[in-house]
């Protein structure tokens, strides 16, 4: 059984301001399975911060330190 795991971003778990549909469901049940859960962006345009708020704003609460790591 896999202990995390990774998303991209856009295209994957949002597409521009658009939650894709049933992201939020698939990552609030890894992380009720005590799942890591980490995400990544090809597009190091915005800070963690930023990323964090964009989840947290579609519906997937973040935390900066939860992993919303721009991939540089």
Do not use: C, H, W
């Not at 896999?2 to 521009?16: E, M, P, S």
């Not at 698939?26 to 859960?37: G, M, Q």
């Amino acid at each position: 059984m896999f202990k995390g795991f990774i998303f991209d971003l856009d295209g994957t778990v949002y597409r521009g301001e658009q939650l894709i549909p049933g992201a939020d469901g698939v990552i609030r049940l890894l992380r009720e399975n005590k799942k890591k859960v980490v995400f990544l962006s090809n597009k190091p345009l915005e800070t963690r911060e930023d990323y964090a708020s964009k989840l947290t704003r579609l519906g997937i609460p973040t935390q900066p330190n939860e992993g919303s790591i721009p991939l540089l």
